[in-house]
């Protein structure tokens, strides 16, 4: 019989934070695959990728009145990603559908609001604009603190921001202002998790002992 040592499980303890340590979340791929549609807040979008699970929700100010999460579709040969609908048909789908992107009309402010399954260090964004392409060079707003308070991102020239989320599990998006060139979707989104060495150490430490245990019976 194979003996498996104490050496080989610790090598592989020492493994799995690097293993589970990132989640990419694309949700181009998803209404690729499944179709444009939108989801209520109670039964509200998740999608898991390495061991974590995002869920999504949508609100909109004031009051913060439940919205829709909306997978929005084919336009102008880009597929939009994850917006917010307020109002969807029987079929799920967005009416009017102009009103399917992450938008401030009038006073009307749209939040998309993300919790992790695990705590995140840092979130890497692909964004594109009302009419699909990337959203480039552009600004829009996050809160970590349930919208208590706001910062500004700015993406790249390729629609794609990173921003230190410090070991947050939540995480909100709103527009920067009303204008078209203002709204946006998010395309992707890649987590990268808090890391748990401690958890690891203390696992190895007890593969040790118990090694230790042994020798002294064995002796």
Known sequence: MKVITVGTWLGVALTLPAMANAAFFDFQQWIADNGEQGFDNSAP???????LTLTAKAFENPGRVASHVYMDGLFN??????????TLNLNSRC???SDDNVSIDGMQEE?????????????KLELGNSEHPAFVNSSFNYSLDNGSSWLTATTNGVGMVTLMLGGMNQVEFRAAGNALTDNFYIRNADATVVPVPAAVWLFGSGLLCIAGIARRKSA
């Open 45 to 51: 979008f998740t999608l898991s990728d390495a061991g």
């Open 77 to 86: 040969g880009n597929i939009g990603g994850m917006g917010v609908c307020t």
């Open 95 to 97: 009416t009017p559908s």
């Open 111 to 123: 939040v998309l609001a993300w919790e992790f399954s695990i705590n995140i260090t840092e979130l």
